[in-house]
């Protein structure tokens, strides 16, 4: 993000006055925003009492939202709702919502919970009135922040406290260890992966920000481990695809680079959280696999085998003596760097 800046006297982007300066997120029109005017280290590590009060937040706030008692837990439902979000699911998603966060403090000090500094940090911040809210987690599953987003129509910032987009920038790290050699789906919206894990289109992780805005360091987060294939879907069809250009020249600056596929915005019919509403799980991944495109070349290991033809012909390779070799496309094992050939091993020799 470079140079922090204070944002606590700016409210979203609603607002008479403007948020200054801050980067867009999603669509183009949604600002990402951190929670409160303090322009803290990035490094910052919170304390016990702080994360328990972060977390007591966000379990309060998803029991409110699940129990539907109250019109603010009412309007979030009929909110995620229109935006395509399962609401069958919502009792497994990390998602909840502030009412009114005078009180939710008030009750957090009554019952002496914690230290008052602590539930202040969280909520000592006025755009804090009937928004989601949720937890950041590190791949370990440890908060790192919280996020928060109005349900408040036009009003569709995203609110984040300190550190998040500095520090780590990935949303649902917690749920890639065991993903192994799976797909990753990836997208802006954090409201978005929601919604999909929702229908059970996972694992999902989001940036919080436009494709075009994530740093390298977030690729490499991300891109490490067993992370193999990375799907990146757009909010909607109308996003540009130029959003697009410069990813691909981020991740191929990292070491082991998983193969990336895109799927374009205009092969897309409806914003992403509806197309998954309407397409379900298995029909949904069936039809991004059919109209994804490739952004960084597929990985394919080659057999190659020596050819009777002094000639170059299609999918053939030369060596340096100027023998020709036949190559055709096998099975690969990605996880131990080996091709397996019905029931033997052979290395890779080549990546187109």
Request: net charge positive; aromatic share 8%.
């Amino acid at each position: 993000m470079g140079r922090r800046r204070r944002c606590g006297q700016s409210g979203p982007e609603a607002d008479p006055s403007p948020p200054q300066a801050l980067p867009q997120d999603v669509s183009g029109s949604q600002k990402t925003a951190n929670i409160s005017g303090q322009t803290d280290s990035s490094e910052e590590a919170f304390s016990p009492a702080f994360a328990a009060a972060a977390e007591w937040i966000c379990s309060l706030g998803h029991q409110e939202l699940v129990a539907q008692q109250t019109p603010e837990a009412l309007a979030a439902r009929a909110f995620l709702q229109s935006q395509g979000l399962a609401w069958s699911a919502i009792g497994g998603l990390p998602l909840g919502i502030i009412g009114n966060p005078s009180q939710l403090r008030a009750r957090y000090i009554d019952q002496q919970i914690g230290p008052e500094e602590a539930i202040g940090y969280w909520l000592d911040d006025r755009r804090l009135n009937r928004v989601l809210v949720g937890p950041v987690r590190d791949g370990d599953g440890k908060l790192i922040t919280l996020w928060a987003r109005s349900i408040e129509p036009g009003r569709r910032t995203l609110l984040y406290r300190h550190p998040w987009l500095d520090r780590v920038g990935v949303y649902g790290r917690e749920h890639l260890s065991t993903v192994g050699t799976k797909v990753v789906f990836a997208v802006e919206r954090i409201l978005d992966a929601l919604i999909l894990r929702s229908h059970g289109i996972e694992p999902v992780v989001a940036f919080g920000r436009r494709f075009d805005q994530v740093p390298g360091e977030a690729w490499a987060v991300l891109c490490t481990g067993q992370l193999r294939s990375l799907v990146l879907l757009p909010a909607g069809y109308h996003v540009s695809a130029s959003i697009f250009r410069g990813v691909r020249v981020q991740v191929e600056r990292l070491i082991d680079p998983p193969e990336v596929w895109v799927l374009p915005p205009k092969r897309m019919f409806a914003p992403l959280g509806r197309m998954a509403a309407m397409l379900k799980s298995a029909e949904f991944a069936e039809y991004v696999r059919d109209r994804g495109v490739a952004l960084l070349g597929r990985r394919h290991a080659v057999r190659v085998v020596k050819s009777i033809s002094t000639k170059h012909s299609q999918g053939s390779v030369s060596s340096g003596q100027g023998q020709h070799y036949k190559a055709r496309i096998i099975q690969t094992d990605p996880a131990n760097q080996r091709v397996i050939d019905g029931a033997r091993n052979v290395d890779w020799l080549a990546f187109d």
